[in-house]
Structures are given as C-alpha cells and as structure tokens.
C-alpha cells in the first residue's frame, strides 16, 4: 500500500509543460466564432421503443462544416419541469449504443443526449483533409491545424450543447457532458471551449499532455500517430505543432465546471501521469478518482455508482 501512495503522491505533484502556440487562444475564438454563423439544422424525429416510460427521438444536427451528427434523445415521460441533462461521448472506434443503457439516468428524471462521434456510428464525416493515409481518425489533417480531425470532434460537442440549449423542455443551467477514452477527452474539451455546462465527467480521457502520453502508451491511437511518424519523421515537428491546439493541457484552465476525472494506474492506452497533469492544471473545483489496478476501464461496479452519486450531488 506504501508504494502506491508514494505513486499517486507523484502523480499529484507533476506539472506538465505547456506547449501553447503563440495562436492559440485566437485559433479557438474564430473557430467557434465560424460554428456560430453554421445552422443547426436539426431534426428531432420520434421513434418507437420498447421501453415505453421513456420518449425515444432521433437526432441529427449539423456538426462544424455540415457534416451530419446523430444522436439519441431520450426524455422520462410525465415530466412538468424544465429537465437536467446528461450529454454523452463514447469511446474511440464505439458508437452511442443502445437507448436502453441509459435507463438508470432517466429513471432519476435526467435528459440523455447520446452522440455519435464524427466519423463513428451513424455519423458520416464530410470534411475534406489533405492528410488521410493510415486510416485511422486520429491522423486525418494532422499536419494542419484547420483540418484536423479533432477540431471537427471539439466544434462538434459545442454544438450538441447549441442543440440542448435551443430545447425548451431542457434546463440550461443543468446541462452535464460525460464520457470516457476518447469521449472523456471530448468532455474536457467541451468544457474548456463552453461555459455552458454545470458538471463534467472524464473517465481516462485521452489527447492529455500528448507528447508525454506518446512515450508512456503501448496501445490507442496514439500509436497510429506514431507510425505516421515512423514512416514520415520530416512531419514530426509540424505534428506535434498540430496536436498542440488540441491537448488538454493547453486547454485546461479554460474549463470553469466542477469536473471529475478518473484514471487507473494499469491503464496503457490513456496513462495516468498525462491525465494527472491536465488535472492538476484545472482551476475550477475537481476531484479525482484513481483505481490502482484499474486500466483501460471504468465498468466497475463501485465506479458506476461513485459516477451516479457524483451526477446526483451537483447536477
């Protein structure tokens, strides 16, 4: 046990280094000033489900560059009240899943919106990169900062928020963004880019100190990042110039939300140490969950149910 507090007392002490670009701040502020002018768009169509206490829609809006994002919209029947909402982001080569996962949140009276991730699922991805040679998402416009695919997946998630805000029967000072791998990345970057959201939830979020996690990780995709380089090494400075904009590390003391991360110290796809350091740069009130013989996983029991008592106490 000694040991592993020593670790964990390690991990709180690290401070990552910053590698914001000069640009980084106005890059952010025209990207999301070019979302504002894009429509929505938004279809909300109702579908027919088995569970019948819930009310089931089909959503598609209009992601950054008009690239169509689905999602399900799952509402508790018999509400009167304006209505909390769960904003979800699924992991890396996942999908929303089924409605009927999300049960234990409507049965609570919460809202779901369940995206599916550019390029995942039943969203397409429409946007043109100049960089797309190893088939995998994480590479697509890398060595340019407009391309890049995870500006795409940030703007995006802003926008599933646009799409919330503009709902009558949801409450807008009760909106929370939740997901885990890559969707706990997302949910960081949601949060630093909009001030909207009350509550933030990141299981083992990835894009965290990225140059750090590059030497740390022995799976994800950052290794495809890797084998890019393997075959190209001339990019290397300019990827890594790229991936700057989007590490978290750059973007974390913009989130102002009560946020809660998690991490598990045999985790070898999303490492501890990277999310550790975004954590620590976090202004805004936090806490931190750590399974020492956690890894790429949060599906535990004692950890669902931490998550739900979390939701329950500030959302």
């Not at 390029?119 to 391309?147: F, P, R």
């Not at 029991?301 to 998550?307: A, F, G, L, Q, R």
Request: glycine fraction near 8%; hydrophobic fraction near 35%; charged fraction near 20%.
């Amino acid at each position: 046990m000694e040991h592993l507090k020593q670790t964990v007392e390690r991990l709180k002490m690290y401070v990552p280094t910053s590698t914001k670009q000069p640009d980084h701040a106005a890059f952010w502020q025209k990207t999301l000033e070019e979302s504002n002018k894009q429509p929505l768009s938004e279809s909300v169509i109702k579908k027919d489900y088995p569970i019948k206490q819930v009310n089931v829609y089909q959503v598609v809006y209009k992601g950054f560059g008009a690239t169509p994002i689905h999602a399900h919209y799952i509402l508790p029947k018999h509400v009167n009240d304006k209505l909390p909402c769960l904003l979800f982001f699924h992991g890396y080569g996942g999908n929303k899943g089924s409605v009927s996962q999300y049960m234990k949140w409507l049965i609570q009276g919460y809202a779901v919106l369940a995206v599916d991730i550019r390029g995942h699922g039943e969203s397409g991805d429409a946007a043109a990169y100049s960089t797309d040679v190893t088939g995998s998402w994480v590479t697509k416009g890398i060595l340019d900062k407009q391309e890049y695919y995870y500006r795409n997946v940030y703007v995006d998630a802003v926008r599933a928020i646009d799409f919330l805000c503009g709902r009558e029967e949801i409450d807008n000072g009760r909106i929370a963004v939740i997901g885990s791998s890559m969707g706990g990345g997302i949910t960081l970057a949601a949060a630093a880019l909009d001030d909207r959201p009350k509550l933030a939830v990141a299981d083992m979020p990835n894009m965290c100190d990225i140059p750090l996690a590059m030497e740390q990780k022995f799976e994800g995709s950052l290794t495809v990042v890797e084998n890019f380089l393997r075959q190209h090494p001339q990019y290397t400075e300019q990827v890594y110039k790229t991936l700057s904009y989007f590490d978290h590390v750059n973007l974390a003391e913009q989130i102002t939300c009560r946020i809660r991360f998690a991490v598990g110290l045999r985790d070898i796809v999303c490492p501890p140490q990277p999310s550790y350091g975004v954590y620590n740069l976090v202004q805004a009130p936090k806490s931190m969950e750590v399974y020492p013989f956690g890894g790429h996983d949060m599906t535990m029991i004692s950890h669902v149910d931490k998550t739900l008592a979390f939701v329950g106490e500030y959302l």
